[in-house]
Each structure stands twice: as structure tokens, then as C-alpha cells.
């Protein structure tokens, strides 16, 4: 009798350690994927930022010193202003990285579901892995610039593809992948700072961050357990919606068959993909609002926060903010396994209440240390990875297992949105400060 329970028992066992190893290695796969998507955003933003100044300085000096030097070297003291800041806002990088993402976004939801997974990963791979090679080895401003916009495409359409994948799986690679795009930004900026500090110039960094984009294709292709409804290679939109309802539904926790509805089978129409997004609005636009302030601050204040008698330098205050910044988004982009925070109006509020802050503290110079700005965008940083992870965590929740897949896709507008706009308010803004 009990051989015969051993032996019965061992399968079920068996089973649920295969099961945990499945979910672990899905769990890392997102991670990866997170972290090699946004890892070309970030990187660029500095990287490209080096390769064009020094492009430009070739340029001004090769050819009329005396309008083109003037305006590039208008650079650090700024014409007298108290602000010690450059003429140039950091927004015009972002903006270069920003809104080709924003394009995708606005407009991939609706037809990529026509385009297998498999194929749009080795797209991004190849956008990216692309991007690195001609921003590292550019002999003009434009193929640079080609390089930054093939990164925003590399890095938006991956976005959104990796989002609308999560439907496929259990909802803990949500966790994965919101901790993945957050160690992105800590990992891209000591990566890229680190090499560069050693000695190495900012075109072979880029060459050897191009590591970064194989990662993602061995990530996806051979770590990742894809379920059999997953559309790799095939257009299967007719066929696989009732297999992927009764999957969804068994993998999914906290949801009951009471109160499941019955799935339609065919995808969804145009009609209906617009009613989904109307029913997003109140994800998207607290995330918007988020970005919108957190960005606004990045580009258009973070520069102008400086304190001449501290004891680092102007330069090094700017890199420990962003630096502190990114390990606060990293922290709670990687805390929905121990708090969600449903409430994402009053994130957006927090946020607009930092950027309003920060703005009265750029104009009356009131606060007296940068220690206090250290704590600010510390708290910044928590903000917003606690508004993106809880944003989409509760989007695959809260929506039909019919409408996952574009929802998660569609709703990832929110943040490039604010992000751009972000990016267009910080121009007049830092240029009137800088002229004060």
C-alpha cells in the first residue's frame, strides 16, 4: 500500500517542481527582456548626447568659426545666468529618442497583432543592435541621429510587444519584466559611465554594449516556456482566442469561473479596440501625468538644481541626481511582489506636486543643500516605477481575457505621451531661466 503511494505521489511532485522551474525561468526570461529592451533608450540618452557635442565641435571648427562656435560654446556659463546652465535644453536628446516610440505606440496596437512574436523580437534585436553601430560609428550628425531613432523603434515596439506577451503568462512576469526595464536605467547609465571613466572612448562602449541585444534574442528564444497558444511564427488570430481564454483563465490567480464571461472567438475589431481604449483612459492618463512631471523635471529642471559651494561639482550633482533617480525607479518597478497600489491618481498628484516643487525651488533658489534634492528625486524615481508596474499590473487584472492582449499593448502610450510633452514644456522653460 504504501509503494503504491510513493509511486503516486512522486509524478505530482515531479509536476509542481517542473511547474516552479517553468515559472522561475519565465520570471528571468522577463526580466532580461525588460532590461535589454530599455537598455538602448538609456544608453542613448547619454551616449548620442557625447557622439553629436563632439560631432558638432568638429563641425564649428571645421567650418565658420564664427557663428557656430559661439552658439556650441554658449555651453556652460550661459551668457551670465546665475543658472550656470547650456542655452541647449537635454530635452532635444529626448525628444530625438522619444518620439519615434510615441509613433509606434499610438499606432502598432491596431495592426501588430498581424506580425507573429517571433518576428517582432528579431526586428528589435535588429533595430538595436543597428542603432549601436551607427551612433558608434557615424562620420555625421544624421547617420547619429538615425542611430538614436532606430533605438526608440528598437525599444517602442518592444515595449509593447513584451507588455501584450504577459497575457500569454502567468501575471508574475509582470513583476519580471517591471524590475527588468527598471535595473535597465541603473545598469545602462554605470555601464556607459564605467567604461567611458576607464578610458574607452564613447563609440567602442557602444561597441561592446552590443552584447546587449543578443542577450534579448537568447533571452526570448531559449529561456522564455512559451504556452502552445502563443502566435510565434504564425498568423493564427482566428483560431487561437478560445484556447488562449481557457489557458488564461487556469494560469491567471484571483479570478473565479462565476465570474469569467464567454469569450467571442475571432479577434477583436476596430470598433471594439476602440471601446477597449476608452476604457483605459483611467490607466493612461494618471501614467501620462506621471511621466509628464517626472520628465519635465529630468529635462527641464534637474540641470538648473545646482549649489556652487557644495562639495561636488556642477556636473557631478547633475549624475548623482540622475543616478539616484534611476535606483528609485529600479526599487519600485521591482516591488509588486510586496505592495500594489491601486490608487494611481494619487501618484500622478505626488509627482505634479515634486515637478511644482522643483520648479518654485529653480526660480527662488530656496532650498539650501543639495542633500535635498538627492531625497526629492530619490522619491521621484519611486513615484514612477510604482506608477508603471501597478498600471499595467492591474490593467492584465482588470481586463476581459479577450481585450489582454491590446490592452496592455494600447496602454503603454501613457508614458511615452508624457514623456514628449514633458520633453516640449522643458524648452521655453529652461530657456527662460537660462536667459534670466
Not at 565641435?57 to 559661439?70: C, F, G
Not at 554605470?190 to 563609440?203: A, M, R, W
Not at 547633475?318 to 494611481?344: A, D, E, N, P
Request: hydrophobic share 50%; with cysteine; proline share 4%.
Amino acid at each position: 500500500m504504501e509503494q503504491t503511494v510513493s509511486v503516486n505521489a512522486d509524478p505530482v511532485q515531479h509536476s509542481d517542481m517542473n511547474g516552479r522551474f517553468t515559472q522561475w525561468r519565465n520570471w528571468v526570461g522577463f526580466w532580461l527582456l525588460g532590461l535589454c529592451n530599455n537598455f538602448a533608450y538609456v544608453v542613448m540618452l547619454s551616449a548620442a548626447h557625447d557622439i553629436l557635442k563632439k560631432q558638432e565641435s568638429e563641425n564649428a571648427t571645421a567650418n565658420t568659426p564664427s557663428t557656430l562656435t559661439v552658439d556650441f560654446q554658449g555651453g556652460n556659463s550661459s551668457n551670465g545666468s546665475r543658472y550656470d546652465c547650456n542655452p541647449v535644453s537635454t530635452a532635444a536628446v529626448l525628444l530625438a529618442d522619444i518620439l519615434p516610440t510615441l509613433v509606434i505606440k499610438l499606432f502598432a496596437p491596431f495592426v501588430i497583432h498581424k506580425l507573429p512574436y517571433g518576428f517582432r523580437v528579431l526586428f528589435c534585436v535588429i533595430m538595436a543592435a543597428t542603432s549601436f553601430l551607427l551612433v558608434s560609428l557615424s562620420s555625421a550628425v544624421w547617420i547619429s541621429i538615425l542611430g538614436v531613432i532606430f533605438a526608440s523603434i528598437s525599444s517602442g515596439l518592444g515595449e509593447l510587444s513584451f507588455l501584450s506577451l504577459t497575457a500569454f503568462f502567468s501575471r508574475d512576469v509582470l513583476a519580471g519584466w517591471g524590475s527588468g526595464t527598471g535595473g535597465a536605467g541603473v545598469a545602462g547609465a554605470l555601464l556607459y559611465s564605467g567604461l567611458t571613466q576607464v578610458g574607452l572612448s564613447p563609440q567602442n562602449t557602444l561597441l561592446i554594449v552590443l552584447v546587449v541585444p543578443f542577450v534579448m534574442l537568447i533571452s526570448y528564444f531559449f529561456l522564455l516556456v512559451p504556452p502552445p497558444s502563443l502566435p510565434q511564427w504564425r498568423n493564427r488570430e482566428t483560431e487561437y482566442v478560445a484556447v488562449v481564454s481557457e489557458e488564461r483563465r487556469q494560469l491567471m490567480d484571483g479570478s473565479e469561473e462565476g465570474e469569467q464571461e464567454k469569450s467571442t472567438p475571432g479577434p477583436l475589431t476596430f470598433k471594439e479596440k476602440l471601446y477597449v481604449m476608452k476604457g483605459l483612459l483611467k490607466f493612461v492618463v494618471p501614467l501620462g501625468l506621471v511621466y509628464f512631471a517626472e520628465y519635465f523635471i529630468n529635462q527641464g529642471l534637474m540641470e538648473l538644481l545646482y549649489f556652487p559651494n557644495f562639495f561636488l561639482s556642477h556636473a557631478e550633482q547633475y549624475r548623482w541626481y540622475q543616478t539616484l533617480y534611476q535606483f528609485g525607479v529600479l526599487l519600485s518597478r521591482s516591488s509588486l511582489c510586496c505592495v500594489k497600489i491601486r490608487k494611481l491618481w494619487a501618484l500622478s498628484f505626488l509627482q505634479v506636486v515634486n515637478a511644482v516643487l522643483l520648479l518654485f525651488a529653480v526660480r527662488y533658489q530656496f532650498l539650501p543643500s543639495a542633500w535635498l534634492v538627492f531625497a526629492v528625486v530619490l522619491y521621484e524615481g519611486l513615484l514612477g516605477g510604482a506608477a508603471y508596474v501597478n498600471t499595467f499590473y492591474f490593467i492584465s487584472k482588470e481586463t476581459e481575457d479577450r481585450e489582454r492582449e491590446f490592452a496592455m499593448a494600447a496602454a503603454s502610450v501613457g508614458d511615452s505621451l508624457g514623456i514628449a510633452l514633458a520633453g516640449l514644456a522643458a524648452f521655453p522653460v529652461h530657456r527662460y531661466f537660462c536667459h534670466l
